[in-house]
């Protein structure tokens, strides 16, 4: 394998558009995934009895290779659209952010939340300023999860035809055999490079969010 | 929405239910049994080399308890590193070596995506195994080797095996992006599909591959339950999902990132 840095320097615009085009698949996904698995987790809160069917249907979603999955949804959604690759996208990460979001939910001791209620907290108040603050760890935790599985994932969608980073691997790096290497090796490496940044992002933002965790740590 | 909408969603099944009926679909080198041996052989390489790599280096390092944050690292790493961008630099680096023939590269990539699972997995089984039990094997003058074979193995196997199952379905799932650089498989019918616009035989094909990776995983499943000692059964600290990194994670789904 050969690098040319000169084909890096002379291809910047194109290797920056798809990167772009491959933070927002990936963006899109988790953001949509969250929503919905919020969602799911504010029902299960209330109908515990739906948890094993939620975690069923999202479990046999997850166990669908990614191909597979943009191939059963295009005679509904079409070849190759965003909405193909969302779909599948969003329902991989729905697997691990409600199960983390109803066990972080879960882990909340019980006197704290005879506590709250005792204060005069109404349930969804509870929700909002007790239980979802302690569980913050274990949700962010699944949302590292979901974030580095999708950004490795958007690679994909290249064979169903879209951008991202998967199109420089694929369509300017296999397929061009011996002159691809270039833009191949720049789409792994930035693949991994945005892994890695989405990771620490979101461990900032825990310890951001719970400074109580960080002075318990310390003393 | 509406009536016309449901007619052609009938209407599409019909077509898929006839290319499953129609025998050229069974047939031939693109055919459904020739690329489904291709996947399941070119799956069953990968796993053997995972094992091969993973179990040796899981059991070591969980007995010993040396390496074990060099090897969570490097699995944790691991989920970052696309299975597709694996497969296509292993194809490019094979190629002026004149060894990127067939499913090769294929193979040399799915077998480093499962080797992270096992590795994990047998280190963390290992572990959880009570020290106290080791004290006593060692008590009752048992070398090292023994001490493993016969305690800490057999204890830790449901772990070991759940491992082995993520691997296992991760592989057969990622398997179907070998056609993405040469490597037949499944995949090559739902690239070709996409190539040539044909959603009958992308939607037919997706559904084999669906089906092939379930039933991959209630295989698994059921060696994981078949296997575990009956003592051990019912226990309530024995996992039957794959152990987890560190708070939540761990999690390897079987999608073929």
């Known amino acids: 394998m050969r690098i040319d840095p000169a084909w890096i320097v002379n291809n910047l615009d194109r290797i920056g558009a798809l990167t772009v085009e491959h933070v927002y698949l990936t963006v899109l996904a988790v953001v949509i995934g969250f929503a919905i698995s919020f969602a799911l987790t504010v029902l299960?809160?209330?109908?515990?009895?739906?948890?094993?069917?939620?975690?069923?249907?999202?479990?046999?979603?997850?166990?669908?290779?990614?191909?597979?999955?943009?191939?059963?949804?295009?005679?509904?959604?079409?070849?190759?659209?965003?909405?193909?690759?969302?779909?599948?996208?969003?329902?991989?990460?729905?697997?691990?952010?409600?199960?983390?979001?109803?066990?972080?939910?879960?882990?909340?001791?019980?006197?704290?939340?005879?506590?709250?209620a005792g204060m005069g907290y109404t349930s969804l108040q509870r929700l909002v300023r007790v239980e979802l603050?302690?569980?913050?760890?274990?949700?962010?935790?699944?949302?590292?999860?979901?974030?580095?599985?999708?950004?490795?994932?958007?690679?994909?969608?290249?064979?169903?035809?879209?951008?991202?980073?998967?199109?420089?691997?694929?369509?300017?790096?296999?397929?061009?055999?011996?002159?691809?290497?270039?833009?191949?090796?720049?789409?792994?490496?930035?693949?991994?490079?945005?892994?890695?940044?989405a990771d620490l992002l979101l461990l900032g933002l825990q310890r951001a969010l719970t400074p109580w965790a960080r002075r318990r740590a310390s003393t | 929405m509406g009536a016309t909408?449901?007619?052609?969603?009938?209407?599409?099944?019909?077509?898929?239910?006839?290319?499953?009926?129609?025998?050229?679909?069974?047939?031939?080198?693109?055919?459904?049994?020739?690329?489904?041996?291709?996947?399941l052989w070119v799956s069953a390489i990968s796993l053997a080399a995972s094992l091969a790599i993973g179990l040796p280096l899981g059991l070591f390092i969980g007995h010993t308890g040396r390496g074990a944050l060099a090897a969570v690292s490097v699995a944790n790493i691991g989920r970052a590193v696309p299975s597709l961008g694996l497969m296509g630099i292993a194809f490019l680096a094979l190629l002026p070596l004149g060894l990127a023939i067939g499913p090769l590269p294929a193979i040399i990539a799915l077998a480093a995506l499962g080797v992270p699972p096992i590795l994990v997995n047998a280190h963390a089984g290992l572990r959880e195994v009570d020290p106290e039990l080791v004290e006593a094997a060692r008590g009752v003058g048992m070398s090292e080797w023994q001490v493993l074979w016969r305690v800490e193995v057999p204890v830790a196997l449901p772990v070991i095996l759940a491992g082995v199952r993520t691997s296992a379905?991760?592989?057969?799932?990622?398997a179907t992006l070998a056609a993405a650089v040469g490597g037949g498989t499944l995949g090559q019918q739902i690239l070709i599909g996409f190539n040539v616009g044909d959603q009958v035989r992308i939607f037919g094909t997706a559904l084999v591959v669906a089906l092939l990776s379930i039933?991959?995983?209630?295989?698994?499943?059921?060696?994981?339950?078949?296997?575990?000692?009956?003592?051990?059964?019912?226990?309530?600290?024995?996992?039957?999902q794959p152990a987890q990194v560190g708070r939540g994670g761990g999690e390897s789904g079987s999608w073929g990132s």
């Open chain 2, 5 to 39: 909408e449901g007619v052609d969603v009938i209407e599409f099944l019909g077509e898929v239910a006839a290319w499953f009926a129609d025998p050229g679909t069974w047939s031939g080198q693109n055919g459904i049994p020739a690329r489904l041996v291709e996947h």
């Open chain 1, 44 to 116: 299960v809160r209330a109908r515990p009895g739906l948890y094993e069917p939620i975690l069923g249907v999202t479990g046999t979603m997850y166990a669908i290779p990614s191909l597979a999955l943009f191939a059963l949804l295009t005679p509904i959604t079409g070849v190759g659209t965003v909405l193909t690759a969302e779909i599948a996208l969003v329902s991989y990460t729905l697997l691990i952010l409600t199960r983390n979001m109803v066990e972080g939910l879960r882990g909340v001791p019980a006197d704290v939340l005879e506590a709250a």
């Open chain 1, 133 to 197: 603050p302690l569980a913050l760890p274990v949700v962010i935790a699944g949302l590292r999860i979901a974030t580095v599985s999708t950004v490795a994932l958007v690679t994909v969608t290249a064979l169903t035809g879209l951008g991202g980073l998967g199109y420089l691997i694929i369509n300017l790096g296999v397929q061009r055999g011996s002159f691809g290497a270039t833009p191949a090796l720049t789409g792994l490496v930035l693949c991994v490079v945005l892994a890695v940044a």
């Open chain 2, 215 to 240: 039933g991959t995983e209630l295989l698994f499943a059921w060696i994981q339950r078949a296997a575990t000692s009956p003592g051990l059964r019912g226990r309530p600290h024995v996992p039957t």
């Open chain 2, 169 to 174: 379905v991760q592989i057969v799932a990622t």
